[in-house]
């Protein structure tokens, strides 16, 4: 899966076959340029990787999100064709080459940011992941 911003700025997505088209859109719309929620999808893996329960559901406007050690589930609510589901392994590749995708993006000079503006927005972002959940986040020492 590759990603890259339109000319609106927003992210889209380019698979290779439409199964992959659920995951895409669900990464570029329901996470967009949010790396705190990318952060919270990665941490939701991680727990289901590991055994556990995630963390908590996964909420949306748009998208039921399902983790389960077999896979993710993925279903737009609005549009029916658009669902998928995912082996963790293949679910994993993707999420964390959008997590890369996001995390190598420019930081946006018209943004203000309140919390640490000093830092990259990807690192901010973690630091009030961190903060927010009261733990480390599960992938700290090896995405970032």
Do not use: C
């Amino acid at each position: 899966m590759r990603f890259a911003y339109d000319q609106f700025g927003l992210p889209v997505f380019q698979a290779d076959g439409k199964r992959f088209d659920a995951l895409g859109s669900w990464l570029t719309t329901d996470i967009s340029t949010h790396a705190l929620v990318a952060l919270d999808a990665l941490a939701m893996l991680a727990d289901v990787a590991q055994g556990r329960p995630p963390f908590e559901e996964w909420s949306s406007e748009n998208y039921e999100v399902t983790f389960e050690p077999e896979g993710v589930s993925i279903s737009n609510q609005w549009v029916d064709s658009e669902h998928g589901r995912y082996p963790l392994p293949e679910f994993r590749e993707a999420l964390e080459q959008y997590w890369a995708f996001l995390r190598n993006s420019p930081d946006n000079p018209n943004v203000v940011r309140d919390f640490h503006p000093d830092l990259p927005h990807w690192e901010a972002a973690l630091l009030r992941w961190e903060e927010k959940w009261g733990r480390p986040h599960p992938d700290r020492g090896r995405l970032f």
